[in-house]
Structures are given as structure tokens and as C-alpha cells.
């Protein structure tokens, strides 16, 4: 028989939008886990599983002073995995959609040639983009992408979380993705695409 553990997560939720840290520490250790395997089993990625909770007790966090409103905290942590989860999907399919429409945009240009990507320029536009994102996300992404660390010896390196260091890592990539966008045309935009994701 299941213990209805609501009113517990409830007070939980109310010293939490008090700014009680151990309360937090609380439901993370409690929910970090189910949550990930509901996330995971929505995206069939562990990797955007991990993104996705770790979203979550950011957000958890940063709202925490509405927390004692909230009426049944469990069911609020799951329905905010499904949605952050459907984003994620919504956007990779755009993600998709936007590498179709470049890879039709580059055949349309071809005119019977191959595609010269401009290497030069794509590192240049790289090194722009690089050096514009916040000094720890641009630390770790050289860490990653430059001297080849695994996320484990970044973690080490900076003494931080794994998780700290996905977060990081997504974040750059969107953050260069974006930059590229404004200033890259299709086919070197394409190339950078395809070699990342």
C-alpha cells in the first residue's frame, strides 16, 4: 500500500519557498531519480534526461518563493518533467527541420559542385562566438572541445558537478548555434550542424 507523502512534500515546498537549502536537498535526493527515469523514458536519451531534471531543480529553485501554493508537490514535479521533456522534443524537431531546410538551401547552390565550406571562416566565426560566451561555460567548452576532457575530468578539473558540466555545455552550443546563425551562410552553418550534433 503506497503512504500518501504529500503532506510531507508539502511542507517541504513551503520551507523551500522559505529558502531552506536542506528542504531542497531534500526533494532533490528524493525525486532526482524518478524524475530522470520519467524524463528518459519521454526523450529515450539519457544524456537529455539529465538536462531535463537538472532544469527542473533550477527552475524549482528560482520559483521557490511560490512553492507553499502549490498543492500536490509530486504531481507538479512530474508535470513540469513532461512539459521541459516536450520542449525538448519540440525543438529537436525543429533542430531537424532547420538542418533539412540548410541541406536543400546547399544542394539549391551547388550548381553540379560540391559544397567548399569555408573552414577558415567557420574558425574564425568559432573563435567569435567562443569568445563571447561567459568565461566558466567558455572554459568548459575548450576543456571539452579543445584538450578533449571527458565530462568526469572536467568536473574534477573545476570542481564541479557532471551535471554542472552538461548544463555548461549545452548552454555554449546553443549560445555558438545562435551566433552562427546571425553571421554564418547556410552551408558553413550546415557543417557546424552536422559536426556537432
Known amino acids: 500500500m503506497e503512504i500518501d507523502t504529500t503532506n510531507n512534500e508539502k511542507e517541504l515546498f513551503s520551507r523551500i519557498s522559505r529558502g531552506d537549502e536542506t528542504a531542497f536537498a531534500q526533494i532533490f535526493h528524493t525525486y532526482s531519480s524518478p524524475l530522470y527515469r ?7 536519451s539519457p544524456f537529455w534526461a539529465e538536462e531535463v531534471v537538472q532544469d527542473i531543480f533550477t527552475q524549482l529553485w528560482q520559483r521557490r518563493n511560490s512553492l507553499d501554493k ?60 567562443v569568445n563571447l560566451l561567459p568565461e ?22 573545476l570542481t564541479i558537478s557532471k551535471n554542472t558540466v552538461r548544463n555548461h555545455l549545452a548552454k555554449a552550443l546553443e549560445d555558438i548555434r545562435a551566433y552562427l546563425s546571425k553571421y554564418a551562410d547556410a552551408a558553413t552553418l550546415l557543417f557546424w550542424l552536422y559536426y556537432f550534433f
Open 38 to 44: 520519467n524524463a528518459c523514458k519521454l526523450l529515450k
Open 136 to 157: 566558466q561555460r567558455r572554459l568548459v567548452y575548450q576543456l571539452k572541445y579543445r584538450t578533449g576532457l571527458s565530462y568526469d575530468e572536467i568536473a574534477d578539473k
Open 70 to 129: 502549490i498543492e500536490s508537490p509530486v504531481a507538479y514535479l512530474y508535470r513540469m518533467t513532461t512539459n521541459k521533456a516536450l520542449d525538448r522534443m519540440r525543438r529537436q524537431e525543429l533542430e531537424v527541420k532547420m538542418q533539412y531546410w540548410l541541406a536543400v538551401q546547399a544542394r539549391q547552390n551547388m550548381d553540379g559542385a560540391d559544397i567548399a565550406v569555408d573552414l577558415n571562416k567557420l574558425d574564425r566565426l568559432l573563435e567569435e562566438a
